[in-house]
Each structure stands twice: as C-alpha cells, then as structure tokens.
C-alpha cells in the first residue's frame, strides 16, 4: 500500500514537498515513481527513482525543478517541488513496482510498469 501526502495550494514560484508512505519489508527493493493528472489531461510521467537511489528520472517539463528523492528506512519516497508553475497543477500519484521487473531506463517512465499506487495528492498553483 502507498499513501501520498503533502500536496496543498502553492503560488507560482513556490514550493510544495510530497511524501509516499509506503507499507511492507520490502520497500528497498522496489523502484518508485511519480506521475500527475492535471485537469482534463492524461496521466503524466513525472520523475523516478530507483531503489538503490543511483538511478533518478525526470520528465523534461520538471527538470531542475523537481527532485525525487527516498529514505528506505522509512519506507518513503519525497517529490520536493520548487519553482511551481500553474501547469503543475495536477493529482500527483506515487506509484512502485518490483526492481525485477525493470528491464531497462525507459521503462521508469512508464505508467503501466508500476503496479502499485497510491490514492493521489492534489497539488494546485495559483498565477
């Protein structure tokens, strides 16, 4: 199970810090993701995280922006948000999947690796 907390009302330019809970042993030996669904758009990849933390992953339109991070000693995953913008403006979902079941990079970036998610955090910026 994952339990995302943190999200809020920002203004442009602010920031906001996301936090994914998740449950279980084996937290470490899962790579981890965050994806967002701004309003009236498709699921998005945000950024990646790998379980070892050596690999992280960004979407270009968060690039130097955002910063995904972990701590598996508390079986958590962080999305610390600088800089917003009002296109970040979205339902921001943690989600995990297995290490095992990562092939290659590309694959952190897509929505259908993860098989676990979490019930989302709204996140809105205000102009």
């Known amino acids: 199970q994952l339990q995302a907390s943190g999200g809020g009302l920002a203004q442009a330019g602010g920031s906001l810090r996301l936090s994914c809970a998740g449950a279980?042993?084996?937290?470490?030996?899962?790579?981890m993701g965050w994806f967002r669904r701004p309003p009236g758009k498709e699921r998005e990849f945000v950024a990646a995280?790998?379980?070892?933390?050596?690999?992280?992953y960004y979407a270009d339109s968060v690039k130097g922006r955002f910063t995904i991070s972990r701590d598996n000693a508390r079986n958590a995953v962080y999305l610390q948000m600088n800089l917003l913008k009002p296109d970040d403006t979205a339902v921001y979902y943690c989600?995990?999947?297995?290490?095992?079941?990562?092939?290659?990079?590309?694959?952190?970036?897509?929505?259908?690796?993860?098989?676990?998610w979490g019930q989302g955090a709204l996140v809105t910026v205000s102009s």
């Open positions: 279980g042993r084996e937290f470490s030996s899962y790579h």
């Open positions: 995280i790998s379980w070892n933390q050596i690999g992280r």
């Open positions: 989600a995990a999947t297995l290490y095992s079941r990562v092939s290659g990079a590309q694959d952190m970036y897509r929505a259908t690796t993860y098989d676990l």
